[in-house]
């Protein structure tokens, strides 16, 4: 019988998997020195998303020097409101202007074969205005409301990139903003996820 020092021999299978990590490496930093340090306002990039309206402060399409977050800017226009959707990562809001609230629907998972997440049937109100940082815990199903009949309100909504390179990129949207006029995205379900009936939205 192989002991554990023939097992860790055997093979015949070549690579150059740390060779190239130190060349990615050396790109990698050598690009970072051009990156942008300064992004100008003028200069980030608005999107009327199925979220609403967003103005995209730092994202790695934007090839700026911060490579741990995303962070955009959310317009809600008087009386208005985001749509409704939930994302793995938890994420932080900073109410740059106006007041308003936030509903959350709290989630709930069983695992046996599969995942099985539900989300609670009436939502948690969180009431929010300019100053206050709002935290919503992983894969939350939020919307954001504007209280407001007269002035917009602005948040600053910031994410954590890991989950991207971990394999969490899970973000889902629910239901559109009503300044979008597109179509509802698909989704996707990978193997060993199912949603539960009780999902609301």
Not at 75 to 86: A, I, N
Request: glycine share 8%; hydrophobic share 35%; proline share 4%.
């Amino acid at each position: 019988m192989a002991d554990e020092k023939d097992i860790a021999h055997m093979g015949d299978a070549k690579a150059e998997i740390y060779s190239d990590w130190l060349q990615d490496s050396a790109e990698f930093r050598k690009d970072y020195r051009q990156r942008i340090t300064v992004l100008k306002a003028k200069d980030m990039p608005f999107e009327n998303s199925p979220d609403g309206l967003l103005k995209h402060m730092v994202h790695d399409d934007l090839n700026t020097t911060e490579c741990c977050l995303d962070i955009y800017m959310q317009f809600l226009e008087p009386g208005g409101q985001s749509g409704k959707s939930r994302r793995l990562a938890e994420h932080i809001i900073y109410v740059a202007e106006g007041e308003g609230y936030d509903l959350h629907w709290d989630v709930d998972f069983e695992v046996d074969d599969v995942f099985h997440w539900g989300w609670a049937d009436e939502p948690k109100k969180y009431e929010w205005k300019r100053g206050d940082f709002v935290f919503v815990p992983a894969y939350t199903l939020k919307q954001h409301v504007n209280s407001s009949k007269d002035n917009e309100a602005r948040l600053i909504v910031m994410t954590n990139r890991i989950f991207k390179s971990m394999g969490l990129d899970w973000i889902e949207q629910i239901e559109n903003a009503g300044t979008y006029k597109g179509d509802l995205p698909t989704e996707l379900a990978g193997p060993g996820w199912e949603p539960d009936s009780r999902v609301t939205g």
